[in-house]
């Protein structure tokens, strides 16, 4: 079963680029899911944030699309979120998450535990 754990900085000051990376285990290959990036703000609910899919086509939260790149390294059993330009309103959980079966594409399943992300100077 699809397991996932986030990396990254917890730390990003105003006007740089986050970059987080998701490792999946638990599955022998990457290449037939969907893989998602969520946040979540104090006090806000969940946000998605955006999507690659088994081809690799992205998609992206019209709110965040021009500040967002999602990619994914099929051989590390990886996938990485950047955000670039953060600001205070950036600062949240980021998990990423993926379906527990591959036919269910969309299906926001199986979650990591979640990195917290502060943005300060």
């Known amino acids: 079963q699809v397991q996932l754990q986030e990396s990254g900085p917890g730390l990003v000051k105003p006007s740089q680029t986050l970059s987080l990376t998701c490792t999946v285990s638990?599955?022998?290959?990457?290449?037939?899911?969907?893989w998602s990036w969520i946040r979540q703000s104090p006090g806000k609910g969940l946000e998605w944030i955006g999507t690659v899919d088994y081809s690799g086509t992205r998609y992206y939260s019209p709110s965040l699309k021009s500040r967002t790149s999602i990619s994914r390294d099929t051989s590390k059993m990886q996938f990485t979120l950047q955000l670039t330009s953060v600001t205070p309103e950036d600062a949240a959980v980021y998990y990423c998450a993926s379906p527990g079966d591959p036919l269910r594409v969309w299906a926001l399943e199986v979650w990591g535990q979640g990195t917290l992300v502060a943005v300060s100077s």
């Open positions: 638990g599955i022998s290959k990457t290449t037939n899911y969907y």
